[in-house]
């Protein structure tokens, strides 16, 4: 299947800076990039829609200004949060769709664990 | 918004098959199942996924009921690295393109 890649795959910040994860799409463009939370012990949630060349599209409860989404090129999606506190804690991921196929199932990237010290 | 119920944890056998169960009752006439599954600590990976036919690729396949009410995801011959949280998921490939809304998964412990 398609790759998608996360960068970092660990990241370990302090209470109050922000810290920007980086998802790209190795072997297809992808015009359509999802984020996605996931707290320990419990499932994937959605928080936002990437779109390229125009604003994110966030879902109910997700605060935009706290989770900033970049869609600049076909091929990356970046999620910066904001102000992070130890709450913000979590394993984030992104998923992708080869465009150009009519294959409709997503492809996951490895996942980011961020840690608010 | 998961539309689908499954069981929290499963157990089978290395080298016996393992049946998943899935019950999505309200499932629309445009909505396919989706199978995914998430090994511990990385990215979910997608195993299958239909509409009203059974589908069978190289990992899994997939057994939908003729109301399509409920599925059953089938690992033939479960190994050790099967070990993993399966998701089974109901998507409206129109109105929804690409969203997943995860449900809680099935657990399934594979043991030597």
């Known amino acids: 299947g398609a790759v998608v890649s996360q960068h970092p795959s660990r990241v370990i910040c302090k209470s109050g800076t922000s810290v920007k994860i980086e998802c790209r799409s190795l072997d297809f463009q992808a015009t359509t990039m999802f984020w996605y939370r996931q707290f320990p012990k419990q499932s994937l949630m959605l928080m936002a829609t990437?779109?390229?060349?125009?604003?994110?599209?966030?879902e109910q409860g997700v605060e935009k200004d706290k989770f900033l989404i970049n869609h600049a090129s076909l091929t990356l999606s970046t999620l910066t949060v904001t102000s992070a506190h130890p709450e913000d804690s979590s394993f984030y991921i992104c998923s992708a769709r080869d465009a150009q196929t009519k294959n409709t199932e997503a492809f996951f990237g490895q996942g980011t664990r961020l840690t608010v010290v | 918004d998961a539309k689908t119920t499954q069981p929290t944890s499963m157990d089978c056998a290395e080298g016996r098959a393992a049946n998943l169960p899935c019950n999505h009752s309200?499932?629309?006439?445009?909505?396919?199942v989706y199978w995914y599954r998430q090994i511990h600590s990385q990215g979910p990976q997608y195993i299958i996924h239909?509409?009203?036919n059974n589908e069978t690729n190289e990992m899994a396949s997939l057994i939908i009921t003729e109301d399509r009410k409920s599925s059953t995801l089938i690992l033939p011959h479960a190994t050790l690295r099967d070990t993993a949280v399966y998701y089974c998921?109901?998507?409206?490939?129109?109105?929804?393109?690409?969203?997943?809304?995860f449900g809680s998964g099935t657990k399934l412990n594979v043991k030597p």
């Open positions: 998921i109901v998507r409206d490939d129109i109105y929804n393109f690409n969203k997943f809304y």
């Open positions: 239909g509409l009203k």
């Open positions: 309200t499932i629309s006439g445009n909505e396919y």
């Open positions: 990437s779109n390229e060349g125009s604003k994110a599209t966030y």
